[in-house]
């Protein structure tokens, strides 16, 4: 199974620009998400179509399954 955490800015413009990380680890916390944005708005690392991000909007972690199928 694949993890990806999802984590949504709302920008200059206040429109969401998200940003995903994929492969995380098994014991992510809400403190460390919470850290981790925050330290990506005062540092402004990215920015996007509308401008910087400004302040925190949600984030989530997405668990992705896959089976693959024989089709030949």
């Given at each position: 199974m694949s993890k990806t955490l999802s984590m949504n800015f709302l920008n200059e413009e206040g429109r969401?620009?998200?940003?995903r990380l994929n492969n995380l680890k098994d014991a992510v916390t809400d403190l460390e998400v919470q850290g981790?944005?925050?330290?990506?708005?005062?540092k402004n690392i990215f920015?996007?179509?509308?401008?910087d991000l400004k302040v925190k909007d949600s984030a989530a972690i997405i668990n992705r399954e896959s089976t693959a199928l024989s089709v030949k």
């Open positions: 969401i620009t998200a940003l981790v944005m925050d330290i990506i708005i005062s920015s996007s179509k509308g401008g």
